[in-house]
């Protein structure tokens, strides 16, 4: 199959943490032209913090999206001249006050939806962290703490508590790769 060809693109605007364009494209198999709407954002990390005694490191917020308190794994945008892993570590920090002496591990990068969204999402694994700092919120950040055996994650998944499709796809990189770290 081959990539659809790019006519031109329409005004961009500016929504916060993305921006709107509009993108002329035509179809490869039938040259119908067709107008699309591309989100563009910056990347973003996500990471499993998980303490010494097996405790994974959650955070309970609300979304204004949904309208509902949810509850996650640390995470956020990549501020421009950061790597994925320094804002994957900041993330933490700023959201729980954990950090580690450990070198987080990248589990996997994702595209959150392709159908629209043009950024990627790094999702990282961080053991031994500590209770280190006081939490730094932004300025319309609210995040409770909440620490749960591994052992809990599979239920909280399945019976829908923890159900943010990126933070999904965190726990999935996880569990595909679990063996590795049984004893990490």
């Not at 490191?57 to 956020?76: F, K, M, S, W």
């Not at 694994?125 to 809990?152: A, G, H, M, P, R």
């Amino acid at each position: 199959m081959d990539n659809w060809k790019t006519l031109g693109f329409g005004k961009s605007i500016d929504l916060k943490i993305f921006s709107a364009k509009w993108v002329l494209r035509e179809n490869p198999r039938n040259r119908r032209k067709s107008e699309f709407i591309v989100l563009e954002s910056k990347d973003w990390v996500n990471i499993i913090p998980i303490t010494k005694d097996k405790k994974i490191v959650l955070v309970q917020q609300y979304r204004h999206g949904i309208d509902e308190v949810t509850l996650e794994i640390p995470g956020g945008l990549i501020d421009d001249g950061e790597t994925p892993l320094q804002a994957a570590k900041r993330e933490c920090i700023e959201e729980t006050g954990f950090y580690s002496d450990s070198e987080p591990i990248l589990l996997g990068i994702t595209r959150p939806n392709p159908a629209f969204l043009n950024n990627k999402c790094y999702s990282f694994l961080w053991f031994d962290v500590e209770k280190k700092y006081e939490q730094k919120f932004d300025t319309n950040e609210d995040v409770e703490i909440i620490l749960k055996d591994v052992s809990e994650i599979e239920n909280l998944i399945k019976s829908g508590v923890i159900n943010h499709s990126i933070v999904l796809n965190a726990f999935l990189f996880y569990y595909l790769n679990e063996k590795k770290w049984d004893n990490g």
